[in-house]
């Protein structure tokens, strides 16, 4: 017998069909844009030219730096960055170390005492004892202390090589440049699975996305660790912004849309410790995620029409900003197409099919980075990582929740006023 013919729908089941349907084309091709973008840093990466402009200075009229280590409660792995940082090749009198204790209540104050009494020529401790809480804040006003040319930040759970401050600092003496960014590499990977995962993403992000973007010339972005900025270009963009979660990212675009460059080092490794528990890890990512919206929000436009910014610059400033709006349009785009479906609908043309099969891929086993770890692993020859590629999926579904999660809360935030809080991540170390 043949088949009933489906039921006229209303005017109403049609418009909602096709607003389902727009957005999920429109989901479609945002997705298909990021997996061409992460699969072009992949091939520049691993075929591309190569671009390490300042890597050979070594010897100069090095310029006078402030290393700034903000520390809040962190008596477990304060002792390990000064150690290494009284350590560091830079001529000493050029160079001052100033550990900031933000009103612990921990041992912290006690250890940054002992490191300033041991090595008093050196190390100039802030014990900050009132003020506007989070990282950006304590910058804010420990800059006010300092008048050296460059400030290099590190988080306390950091520890630098000794070649760190001058890597870090000779692209300087290029005039154009306000920020420079080294590469993260987490020390803790063998504690378990998590920080195992979390190495690769770090790999993939700094070894490859990153490396790629300095290579191409786009928009390399200051990290807020193992970085420094010019404080002559700090104080010409407004200094840091003490409203901002994620201050490293409003920075990297003010010093943009005034006409500096951020230049990133990936050969100037700094050791840091990774969360070690998925809870610590939900309440990282969604910091990050609110913080780098929150920069979305304040700059997408200002990136658009700036005659500063060139139109390469543009593209990726724009698609950097986005990084963290992908996983609620993919959650979005998943209920579109479920609700299709469900409303006996065809999803997509046959003709799209190729295309189809490829966002598939990059939204799942992608997202943004599935690309670049691979390439990531086979750059530094840890082959042995890539057995764990495929159980990346657990840790992007488990950020894709947790970034759409900070997305609701920073709208809700933001409409509602409420102040947003920075949460400081656990340390797992043993102390000193």
């Excluded at 402030?66 to 000064?82: D, R, S, Y």
């Excluded at 390439?375 to 929740?401: E, M, Q, T």
């Amino acid at each position: 017998m043949p088949q009933s013919s489906r039921p006229e729908r209303t005017a109403t089941q049609q418009t909602l069909i096709t607003v389902l349907r727009v957005t999920l084309y429109i989901v479609v091709t945002t997705i298909f844009v990021y997996m061409a973008r992460h699969l072009l840093f992949t091939l520049n990466r691993l075929f591309g030219r190569q671009r390490h402009p300042y890597l050979d200075v070594d010897t100069a009229a090095w310029p006078s730096v402030t290393v700034l280590v903000p520390a809040h409660n962190e008596e477990k792995v304060i002792a390990h960055a000064l150690e290494a940082l009284v350590d560091v090749d830079y001529p000493r009198d050029q160079l001052r170390i100033m550990p900031i204790d933000d009103r612990s209540e921990d041992m912290t104050a006690e250890i940054i005492g002992q490191f300033a009494a041991q090595y008093s020529t050196l190390i100039h401790p802030y014990f900050r004892s009132e003020g506007k809480p989070g990282k950006a804040a304590v910058l804010k006003d420990a800059t006010k202390l300092i008048d050296s040319e460059i400030i290099v930040v590190f988080d306390a759970d950091y520890i630098p090589g000794r070649g760190l401050i001058k890597q870090l600092t000779a692209p300087f003496f290029d005039p154009e440049v306000g920020a420079v960014m080294g590469r993260v590499v987490p020390h803790n990977t063998g504690s378990n699975l998590l920080t195992r995962l979390l190495d690769m993403e770090r790999a993939g992000g700094y070894q490859v996305d990153q490396q790629a973007r300095m290579n191409l010339q786009l928009v390399p972005q200051y990290g807020g660790s193992v970085g420094g900025v010019r404080t002559q270009a700090l104080l010409a963009v407004g200094g840091w912004n003490d409203n901002a979660l994620a201050e490293d990212t409003d920075l990297t675009y003010r010093l943009l849309l005034h006409g500096y460059k951020t230049v990133y080092e990936n050969r100037s490794e700094c050791y840091e410790e990774v969360p070690e528990h998925w809870q610590e890890r939900n309440r990282q990512i969604m910091r990050w995620a609110k913080g780098h919206n929150q920069s979305a929000f304040r700059y997408a436009w200002r990136v658009i029409v700036s005659p500063r910014v060139g139109f390469l610059e543009r593209i990726d400033g724009l698609l950097l900003l986005g990084v963290y709006a992908v996983s609620p349009l993919l959650l979005i785009g998943w209920l579109c197409a479920i609700a299709l479906y469900y409303l006996g609908e065809q999803l997509l043309p046959n003709t799209l099919l190729a295309l189809t099969v490829m966002v598939a891929f990059s939204s799942i086993g992608n997202f943004a980075a599935f690309f670049e770890i691979g390439a990531a692993v086979h750059l530094d020859g840890s082959k042995r990582r890539i057995c764990l590629l495929p159980l990346n999926f657990l840790n992007f579904l488990i950020s894709l929740i947790n970034t759409s999660r900070a997305i609701v809360q920073l709208v809700f935030d933001t409409v509602l006023r409420q102040r947003l809080h920075w949460h400081k991540t656990k340390r797992f170390r043993n102390g000193r």
